[in-house]
């Protein structure tokens, strides 16, 4: 064997060594997750938690409310997440809107677990942080949502 051919492949020897392997990086390759997939599993999971009545800001639930109305749509499950994602780390910001009467505090403690299970599970990223930010209380009215309250009103 050339000294070329020993260098070479003491280098490789030495890469595959540095490398670090986990559930998303092995040895027969890596994968790779987008944050659009991180956003929707979080979505999805803060959604579950009792006592979150919408995701997002006003402004992001009047866009979802307007895109929803368009045939063939699909429901925008990502709306008020975004999420800030390396090679196996993420960190994910969550708005959303309370139903009066429910303890915030325990509402955003369930959204960190219920995120941090999907997500881990079902990305193999290591979440990091899930930071919670309360927009709105959802105040209960003569049993209409935000959303049938606007049906049917001509503007």
């Known amino acids: 064997m050339s000294e070329v051919q020993k260098n070479q492949s003491a280098?490789?020897?030495?890469?595959?060594?540095?490398?670090?392997?986990?559930?998303?990086?092995t040895e027969l390759g890596d994968t790779t997750i987008a944050e659009t997939v991180v956003q929707k599993i979080a979505g999805?999971?803060?959604?579950e938690v009792p006592g979150?009545?919408?995701?997002?800001?006003?402004?992001r639930r009047a866009f979802d409310q307007l895109?929803?109305?368009?045939?063939?749509?699909q429901t925008n499950v990502s709306g008020g997440v975004s999420v800030e994602k390396g090679e196996r780390q993420a960190a994910i910001d969550v708005s959303i809107?309370?139903?009066y009467g429910v303890s915030i505090v325990d509402v955003a403690d369930a959204?960190?677990?219920?995120?941090?299970?999907a997500v881990e599970?079902?990305?193999?990223l290591d979440v990091i942080e899930v930071n919670v930010?309360?927009?709105?209380?959802?105040?209960?009215?003569?049993?209409?949502s935000d959303e049938s309250a606007t049906e049917g009103r001509v503007e």
Not at 52 to 59: C, D, I, P, R, S
Not at 111 to 117: L, S
């Open 11 to 25: 280098s490789a020897t030495k890469a595959e060594e540095k490398k670090q392997l986990d559930a998303l990086h």
């Open 44 to 47: 999805i999971a803060a959604r």
């Open 52 to 59: 979150v009545h919408a995701m997002g800001n006003a402004a």
């Open 67 to 73: 895109t929803e109305r368009i045939p063939g749509s």
């Open 97 to 99: 809107v309370v139903e």
């Open 111 to 117: 959204i960190r677990r219920n995120v941090i299970q």
């Open 121 to 124: 599970f079902g990305t193999g």
């Open 133 to 144: 930010n309360v927009t709105d209380v959802n105040l209960p009215s003569d049993g209409r």
